[in-house]
């Protein structure tokens, strides 16, 4: 059971099924990447954003959850805010805290997968569809990447092109760049087959 598998509330519908209005607290930070913006329900974790204005960054997480009501995070949630950038910083740490992860059934499945890559190495996107058992899938597979809603923590950053090109990154191709350069000091080979 990878990570995800144990610390997530997985959701396959948008959010809130119910269509209710509902609150998410946010806090933002500074990390080696720029500044990140930690949001969570009261069931965990259920974004982290990277980014350099704090402002276009609550206004994404608005746009994400447009049915909710954002509330800046009080002084507990600091502790929550700084363990996302030790995990950032050190990925290889591990994170302990609950995610509250909405998507469809078949996004579910490439960030479970995706959390199955380990530090320091990398999967091909073509690589990603095969271990699914849809490998024709290779698009949905990065925009299921490019949906990801928790930095990092499903790490989408370790998927890519079958040539081991970079490809893409929702948060910028030099944060990926970075994040594949702090891992690789692990020494794990590449799995870009």
């Known amino acids: ?48 954003l ?18 909710a ?22 990925p290889a740490s591990g994170l302990d805290l609950p995610l509250d992860l909405h998507g469809t059934a078949f996004q579910h499945r490439v960030w479970q997968e995706l ?6 190495s990398t999967a091909s996107y073509g690589e990603i569809a095969r271990r699914m ?17 928790v930095a990092v923590v499903v790490p989408c950053h370790r998927v890519v092109r079958g040539d081991g090109a970079l490809a893409g990154y929702r948060w910028g191709s030099e944060r990926k760049r970075a994040l594949l350069s702090r891992e690789s000091a692990h020494g794990v080979e590449s799995l870009t087959t």
């Open 50 to 67: 990277l980014g350099i204005d704090p402002g276009e960054m609550k206004s994404d997480l608005q746009a994400r959850f447009p049915l």
């Open 1 to 48: 059971m990878n990570f995800l598998q144990r610390h997530s509330n997985l959701q396959s519908s948008s959010y809130p099924a119910s269509g209710l209005a509902f609150e998410i607290q946010f806090g933002v930070g500074k990390c080696s990447l720029g500044s990140v913006l930690v949001a969570k329900t009261g069931q965990g974790i259920c974004a982290i």
């Open 133 to 149: 058992g849809v490998p024709s899938s290779v698009r949905a597979v990065g925009r299921a990447c490019c949906a990801n809603p």
């Open 69 to 90: 009501t954002l509330a800046a995070a009080d002084a507990s949630f600091a502790k929550v805010v700084s363990k996302v950038i030790d995990f950032i910083e050190a």
């Open 115 to 120: 959390c199955n890559i380990p530090v320091g």
